[in-house]
Protein backbone atom coordinates (compact mmCIF):
# COMPACT_ATOMS: atom_id res chain seq x y z
CA UNK A 1 0.00 0.00 0.00
CA UNK A 2 2.77 2.74 0.81
CA UNK A 3 4.16 1.87 -2.38
CA UNK A 4 1.33 2.98 -3.99
CA UNK A 5 2.04 6.58 -2.36
CA UNK A 6 4.86 6.78 -5.39
CA UNK A 7 1.28 7.26 -7.39
CA UNK A 8 -1.37 8.22 -5.68
CA UNK A 9 0.36 11.03 -3.84
CA UNK A 10 2.56 12.61 -6.30
CA UNK A 11 2.55 17.17 -7.36
CA UNK A 12 4.62 16.29 -10.17
CA UNK A 13 3.20 18.84 -12.79
CA UNK A 14 0.54 19.87 -10.87
CA UNK A 15 2.57 23.91 -10.94
CA UNK A 16 3.71 23.38 -14.34
CA UNK A 17 7.24 21.34 -14.99
CA UNK A 18 9.72 24.44 -14.11
CA UNK A 19 7.71 25.12 -10.70
CA UNK A 20 10.29 24.99 -7.99
CA UNK A 21 7.86 26.38 -5.27
CA UNK A 22 5.63 23.05 -4.61
CA UNK A 23 3.05 23.19 -1.95
CA UNK A 24 4.04 26.67 -1.00
CA UNK A 25 1.84 27.63 -4.54
CA UNK A 26 -0.88 26.98 -2.02
CA UNK A 27 -0.14 29.77 0.10
CA UNK A 28 -2.25 32.04 -2.37
CA UNK A 29 -2.76 35.97 -1.15
CA UNK A 30 -6.28 34.81 0.20
CA UNK A 31 -4.70 32.48 2.54
CA UNK A 32 -2.12 34.85 4.08
CA UNK A 33 -4.76 37.49 4.56
CA UNK A 34 -6.71 34.62 6.05
CA UNK A 35 -3.63 33.91 8.14
CA UNK A 36 -3.35 37.34 8.98
CA UNK A 37 -6.86 37.67 10.72
CA UNK A 38 -6.08 35.27 13.14
CA UNK A 39 -3.95 37.82 15.53
CA UNK A 40 -5.97 38.28 17.89
CA UNK A 41 -3.76 38.61 21.22
CA UNK A 42 -0.58 39.69 19.96
CA UNK A 43 1.37 36.96 21.23
CA UNK A 44 4.45 35.92 19.66
CA UNK A 45 6.50 32.45 20.23
CA UNK A 46 9.63 31.38 18.36
CA UNK A 47 9.79 27.88 17.02
CA UNK A 48 13.45 27.37 16.70
CA UNK A 49 16.13 26.25 18.87
CA UNK A 50 19.49 28.20 19.47
CA UNK A 51 21.86 27.84 16.98
CA UNK A 52 25.01 25.22 19.14
CA UNK A 53 28.33 25.40 18.49
CA UNK A 54 28.83 22.46 20.98
CA UNK A 55 29.73 19.66 19.62
CA UNK A 56 27.90 16.70 21.11
CA UNK A 57 25.59 13.52 20.19
CA UNK A 58 22.84 14.65 17.80
CA UNK A 59 24.95 17.39 16.88
CA UNK A 60 27.78 16.28 14.75
CA UNK A 61 28.09 19.81 12.90
CA UNK A 62 28.43 22.34 15.56
CA UNK A 63 27.45 25.97 14.38
CA UNK A 64 31.28 27.83 14.01
CA UNK A 65 30.70 31.09 15.61
CA UNK A 66 33.11 33.49 15.66
CA UNK A 67 32.97 37.53 16.83
CA UNK A 68 35.57 39.85 15.93
CA UNK A 69 35.34 43.38 18.19
CA UNK A 70 37.09 46.52 16.72
CA UNK A 71 37.28 50.06 18.15
CA UNK A 72 33.54 50.80 18.84
CA UNK A 73 32.20 47.96 16.60
CA UNK A 74 31.42 44.13 16.78
CA UNK A 75 31.61 41.64 13.89
CA UNK A 76 30.56 37.84 13.45
CA UNK A 77 31.17 34.63 11.35
CA UNK A 78 28.71 32.05 11.27
CA UNK A 79 29.17 28.49 9.24
CA UNK A 80 27.04 25.94 9.76
CA UNK A 81 25.87 22.68 7.91
CA UNK A 82 22.59 22.94 9.24
CA UNK A 83 20.69 19.60 7.97
CA UNK A 84 20.47 16.81 10.65
CA UNK A 85 19.20 16.78 13.95
CA UNK A 86 20.36 19.26 15.68
CA UNK A 87 19.53 22.76 14.14
CA UNK A 88 16.20 24.34 13.23
CA UNK A 89 15.86 24.46 9.59
CA UNK A 90 13.25 24.31 6.17
CA UNK A 91 14.49 21.23 3.45
CA UNK A 92 14.04 22.84 0.12
CA UNK A 93 12.90 20.75 -2.60
CA UNK A 94 16.29 20.19 -4.18
CA UNK A 95 17.66 18.30 -0.60
CA UNK A 96 16.28 14.45 -1.07
CA UNK A 97 16.01 12.50 -3.96
CA UNK A 98 14.87 8.63 -4.84
CA UNK A 99 16.15 6.67 -7.39
CA UNK A 100 18.26 9.93 -8.77
CA UNK A 101 15.65 11.80 -9.48
CA UNK A 102 14.23 14.91 -6.95
CA UNK A 103 10.87 16.82 -7.45
CA UNK A 104 8.93 17.14 -10.19
CA UNK A 105 11.15 14.39 -11.48
CA UNK A 106 14.54 16.57 -12.08
CA UNK A 107 17.18 14.55 -12.31
CA UNK A 108 19.84 14.59 -9.33
CA UNK A 109 22.70 15.58 -11.11
CA UNK A 110 20.72 18.78 -11.12
CA UNK A 111 22.54 19.52 -7.79
CA UNK A 112 26.06 19.86 -7.81
CA UNK A 113 28.71 21.37 -5.06
CA UNK A 114 28.09 25.11 -6.86
CA UNK A 115 24.33 24.66 -6.08
CA UNK A 116 20.82 23.41 -7.04
CA UNK A 117 19.11 24.37 -10.41
CA UNK A 118 15.87 23.19 -9.41
CA UNK A 119 13.96 23.21 -6.33
CA UNK A 120 16.53 25.47 -4.23
CA UNK A 121 15.45 27.20 -1.64
CA UNK A 122 15.43 30.51 -3.16
CA UNK A 123 11.89 30.18 -4.73
CA UNK A 124 10.73 31.22 -0.85
CA UNK A 125 12.69 34.44 -1.30
CA UNK A 126 9.22 35.95 -0.62
CA UNK A 127 8.96 34.47 3.00
CA UNK A 128 6.24 31.71 4.06
CA UNK A 129 2.73 33.62 5.74
CA UNK A 130 0.18 31.14 6.36
CA UNK A 131 -2.29 29.75 8.83
CA UNK A 132 -0.32 27.59 11.31
CA UNK A 133 -2.18 24.16 13.30
CA UNK A 134 -0.42 22.61 16.07
CA UNK A 135 -1.43 19.05 16.20
CA UNK A 136 -0.48 18.30 20.30
CA UNK A 137 -0.52 14.33 20.22
CA UNK A 138 0.67 13.87 23.67
CA UNK A 139 -2.30 15.90 24.44
CA UNK A 140 -4.66 14.10 22.15
CA UNK A 141 -3.35 10.51 23.31
CA UNK A 142 -2.95 11.46 27.23
CA UNK A 143 0.79 10.49 27.30
CA UNK A 144 3.59 12.40 27.97
CA UNK A 145 5.51 11.71 24.66
CA UNK A 146 5.32 9.67 21.70
CA UNK A 147 7.05 6.36 21.56
CA UNK A 148 9.14 4.35 19.12
CA UNK A 149 6.91 1.60 19.64
CA UNK A 150 3.86 3.97 18.68
CA UNK A 151 4.70 6.68 16.16
CA UNK A 152 1.81 9.43 14.85
CA UNK A 153 -0.15 8.02 12.21
CA UNK A 154 -1.98 10.08 9.61
CA UNK A 155 -5.40 9.32 11.25
CA UNK A 156 -4.00 10.95 14.51
CA UNK A 157 -3.17 14.33 12.61
CA UNK A 158 -7.11 14.50 11.05
CA UNK A 159 -8.48 13.62 14.54
CA UNK A 160 -6.95 16.00 16.73
CA UNK A 161 -7.01 18.70 14.68
CA UNK A 162 -11.18 18.05 14.17
CA UNK A 163 -10.91 17.41 18.36
CA UNK A 164 -9.31 21.22 18.95
CA UNK A 165 -11.41 22.78 16.72
CA UNK A 166 -8.78 23.60 13.75
CA UNK A 167 -9.63 21.26 10.94
CA UNK A 168 -7.22 21.27 7.89
CA UNK A 169 -7.78 23.68 5.23
CA UNK A 170 -5.67 24.16 2.00
CA UNK A 171 -2.23 25.69 2.56
CA UNK A 172 -1.72 25.44 5.94
CA UNK A 173 0.83 24.73 8.06
CA UNK A 174 0.60 21.43 10.02
CA UNK A 175 3.22 21.31 12.80
CA UNK A 176 3.12 18.36 14.87
CA UNK A 177 4.48 17.96 18.18
CA UNK A 178 5.35 14.48 19.33
CA UNK A 179 6.59 15.69 22.56
CA UNK A 180 10.76 15.42 22.07
CA UNK A 181 12.18 17.10 25.31
CA UNK A 182 10.09 14.43 27.24
CA UNK A 183 11.19 11.87 24.98
CA UNK A 184 14.79 11.81 25.60
CA UNK A 185 14.30 12.82 29.06
CA UNK A 186 12.86 9.56 29.36
CA UNK A 187 15.37 7.98 27.17
CA UNK A 188 18.61 9.54 28.52
CA UNK A 189 20.43 6.84 26.38
CA UNK A 190 18.74 7.96 23.07
CA UNK A 191 20.74 9.99 20.82
CA UNK A 192 18.81 12.46 17.92
CA UNK A 193 19.10 11.12 14.37
CA UNK A 194 20.56 7.44 15.92
CA UNK A 195 17.83 4.53 15.57
CA UNK A 196 15.09 3.90 17.13
CA UNK A 197 13.53 7.02 16.65
CA UNK A 198 9.67 8.33 17.65
CA UNK A 199 8.68 10.34 15.03
CA UNK A 200 6.01 10.29 11.79
CA UNK A 201 4.59 7.05 10.15
CA UNK A 202 4.59 6.60 6.36
CA UNK A 203 0.51 6.59 6.73
CA UNK A 204 0.77 10.40 7.41
CA UNK A 205 1.45 11.12 3.57
CA UNK A 206 -1.88 10.79 2.49
CA UNK A 207 -3.55 12.76 4.96
CA UNK A 208 -1.18 15.66 4.11
CA UNK A 209 -1.90 15.49 0.34
CA UNK A 210 -5.87 14.46 0.69
CA UNK A 211 -5.65 18.26 2.89
CA UNK A 212 -3.59 19.88 0.47
CA UNK A 213 -0.68 20.97 3.24
CA UNK A 214 1.59 23.45 2.56
CA UNK A 215 4.24 22.89 4.75
CA UNK A 216 5.00 20.32 7.77
CA UNK A 217 6.86 21.21 10.72
CA UNK A 218 8.09 18.32 13.45
CA UNK A 219 10.01 18.30 16.17
CA UNK A 220 10.48 14.06 15.79
CA UNK A 221 10.92 13.78 12.32
CA UNK A 222 10.38 10.47 10.61
CA UNK A 223 10.02 7.36 12.70
CA UNK A 224 13.11 4.98 12.12
CA UNK A 225 12.88 2.15 11.65
CA UNK A 226 9.86 2.65 9.51
CA UNK A 227 8.91 -0.47 9.82
CA UNK A 228 9.31 -0.67 5.57
CA UNK A 229 12.94 -2.76 4.54
CA UNK A 230 12.73 -0.78 1.66
CA UNK A 231 13.10 2.65 2.77
CA UNK A 232 14.99 1.04 6.04
CA UNK A 233 18.09 0.57 3.82
CA UNK A 234 21.84 1.64 4.47
CA UNK A 235 22.38 5.20 2.78
CA UNK A 236 18.29 5.88 2.20
CA UNK A 237 18.42 9.21 3.76
CA UNK A 238 15.48 10.51 5.89
CA UNK A 239 12.97 7.95 5.90
CA UNK A 240 9.48 7.79 3.70
CA UNK A 241 7.66 10.83 5.23
CA UNK A 242 10.76 12.81 3.60
CA UNK A 243 10.88 11.02 0.68
CA UNK A 244 7.36 11.44 -0.10
CA UNK A 245 6.93 15.12 1.08
CA UNK A 246 10.03 16.80 -0.52
CA UNK A 247 10.26 14.30 -3.73
CA UNK A 248 6.59 13.22 -4.79
CA UNK A 249 4.47 16.36 -3.06
CA UNK A 250 6.79 18.73 -3.34
CA UNK A 251 6.19 19.81 0.55
CA UNK A 252 8.75 21.80 2.62
CA UNK A 253 9.64 20.31 5.87
CA UNK A 254 10.60 22.51 9.08
CA UNK A 255 12.82 20.18 11.08
CA UNK A 256 13.79 20.28 14.00
CA UNK A 257 11.27 22.52 15.44
CA UNK A 258 11.31 23.48 19.34
CA UNK A 259 7.59 23.15 19.83
CA UNK A 260 7.09 22.96 23.85
CA UNK A 261 6.66 26.24 24.10
CA UNK A 262 3.84 26.15 21.35
CA UNK A 263 2.24 23.49 22.92
CA UNK A 264 2.23 25.33 26.11
CA UNK A 265 0.86 28.78 24.38
CA UNK A 266 -1.54 27.52 22.49
CA UNK A 267 -3.40 25.76 26.00
CA UNK A 268 -2.86 29.20 27.60
CA UNK A 269 -4.47 30.61 24.53
CA UNK A 270 -7.35 28.22 24.39
CA UNK A 271 -6.68 27.83 20.08
CA UNK A 272 -4.15 25.52 18.13
CA UNK A 273 -4.16 27.82 15.38
CA UNK A 274 -2.02 31.05 14.71
CA UNK A 275 -0.39 32.90 11.68
CA UNK A 276 2.63 31.52 10.79
CA UNK A 277 5.67 33.35 9.58
CA UNK A 278 8.91 31.50 8.55
CA UNK A 279 11.29 33.12 6.22
CA UNK A 280 14.46 31.27 4.35
CA UNK A 281 17.84 32.84 4.23
CA UNK A 282 17.65 34.15 0.57
CA UNK A 283 20.44 31.56 -0.70
CA UNK A 284 20.79 31.11 -4.78
CA UNK A 285 20.89 27.27 -5.40
CA UNK A 286 20.54 26.48 -1.28
CA UNK A 287 19.34 23.01 -0.46
CA UNK A 288 17.56 24.48 2.73
CA UNK A 289 18.14 27.07 5.45
CA UNK A 290 17.96 27.66 9.52
CA UNK A 291 14.92 29.66 10.26
CA UNK A 292 13.15 30.79 13.17
CA UNK A 293 9.97 30.41 12.64
CA UNK A 294 7.56 32.63 14.21
CA UNK A 295 3.62 31.82 15.58
CA UNK A 296 1.92 35.04 16.28
CA UNK A 297 -1.20 34.77 18.07
Known amino acids: EVLTYFDKHSNWGRWGADDNAGTINLVTPEKRKEAASLVRTGRSVSLAYQLNTVAAPGNWNPLQHFVRVVPDASVDYLGVMFHGYAHTHIDALCHIFYEGKGYNGRPASDVTSLGARFGAVDAWSGGIATRGV ?74 LHRNDVALLGWDQLDARPSGYEHFDAPRRPGGPVHVFAIVFLGLPLLDNA ?4 LAQACEEEGRWEFLLTLNPLNVRGGTGSPVNPIAIF
Open 134 to 207: LIDIPRFRGVPHVTVEEPVRGWEIEAAAEQQGTPLRPGDAVIVYSGRASFYAANPGAVPGIEPQAGLHADVIPV
Open 258 to 261: RLEP
